[in-house]
């Protein structure tokens, strides 16, 4: 494995919530003149910093990456995982894209999105069409099957009085990866939280709604990733989804044996060196 670029920091005036406050982004920047933008759409929980591998894996082949840290989590201001609105993240990744372009001169602006970063990644696409060349998509959350009902019946229930209402997600850490390395630094990683608004459940509930409403109609070509082994965004899920997409322009990639975050996986090799092959096929 190639060692990866250092970043530089970026923070963003968030003048598109009510409470503003900063977004704040990683950007590697290749040592050659970039060919094209990528922004990295982070999961529920995380931040940017998860990705400093891949981000700078592709800054070394000639891409700007650009890793915003939502509203709500990593070095963002927020409180820990509340969120307004769905549309919230999107203009956190509109910020982003205005930002990238504003220093890389009306490049091609491609989208990689991970788990509730890939539903929001599908949904900046589906509504934002002239700014996205394509989207690549690991484990998309595109349902809440995984999610209990009674915490989406307690979210609907107590949405209109307290919709900044925080739960704990549960979420069984073993199943996010094979590799017992990368687990251990995340469950030591102080940016990241198990906290979930009422509020946000519902932004995601609008966000599937909303995607699964307009897919056989998605503008822009798709790469879905999803790991075989998957118990958190069950593969056989995605897959039935992944025909909803157009004829065209669309690819499925299932990693054998992998599990929910392929970022961070035994496997990421091999998911980082696919996403590069399929950015250069649709960049060129």
Known sequence: MESFLP?????LENDFSRKGGRIFLRV???H???????????????????????????????????????PGHGISSGRRGVIDSLDSYLLCLDAARIWAESVSDGLSVFV????????????????RPEYVAAVALSAPALSLDGVPSWQRFLANSVMRLFPH?????????????????????LLSDP????????????AMEDGIT????????YPVPVLLM??????????????TLFDLFPSTDKELRVYDGAFHHLFIDLCREEVQADILSWLKSIAI
């Open 7 to 11: 970043y530089r920091e970026v923070f």
């Open 28 to 30: 590697f920047s290749p």
């Open 32 to 70: 050659i003149a970039p060919q094209a933008v990528v922004i990295v759409s982070h999961g529920f929980g995380e931040h940017s910093g998860i990705y400093v591998e891949f981000a700078g894996y592709l800054a070394q082949h000639g891409f700007l990456v650009v890793c915003p840290d939502f």
């Open 112 to 127: 990689v999105g991970h788990s509730m970063g890939g539903l929001i990644a599908a949904c900046y696409a589906l509504f």
């Open 165 to 185: 209402f925080r739960m704990h997600v549960r979420l069984n850490l073993p199943d996010l990866s094979r590799d017992p390395v990368a687990l251990a630094r």
């Open 191 to 202: 940016l990241c939280h198990n906290y979930g608004s009422v509020s946000m459940l519902k």
């Open 210 to 217: 909303r995607f699964r409403e307009n897919a056989e109609r």
């Open 226 to 239: 999803q790991g075989e082994f998957d118990r958190i965004v069950p593969a056989d899920v995605n897959m």
